[in-house]
């Protein structure tokens, strides 16, 4: 059984959103100033409120503008499962110190 670490290798972004939503994780994230948002912008989930169970990093070999990071995140108190893709470097969003905190923490199991 694989480690909540191991996963497959992607090239490219959309692949790794693919793999991840064959792993259930079909709700579409968004980031906000201090939060996550989903079903439209409707429902938010606090930093205390998700998990980060998987990150991948992609590096633009020639285009800065495709630096991505894609998170696999969860949150059992919402019962959802779900994808946020967003830039890094000088192309990221401005959020809050407590969202940085939870975005740049290592991927934890469970809540």
């Not at 991505?68 to 830039?87: F, R």
Request: proline content about 5%; aromatic content about 10%; hydrophobic content about 35%.
């Amino acid at each position: 059984m694989a480690t909540l670490n191991e996963h497959p290798e992607f090239a490219t972004v959309t692949d790794a959103i693919k793999w991840l939503e064959d792993q259930g994780y079909t709700y579409d994230f968004n980031l906000d100033n201090d939060c996550i948002s989903y079903d439209g912008g409707q429902k938010r989930l606090s930093p205390d409120e998700f998990n980060i169970d998987r990150i991948f990093r992609f590096e633009g070999m020639t285009d800065p503008g495709d630096e991505n990071i894609v998170y696999a995140i969860s949150s059992g108190h919402h019962d959802v499962k779900g994808i946020m893709v967003n830039a890094f470097g000088v192309y990221s969003d401005p959020i809050s110190d407590k969202m940085i905190k939870k975005l740049a923490a290592r991927p934890q199991a469970g809540e």
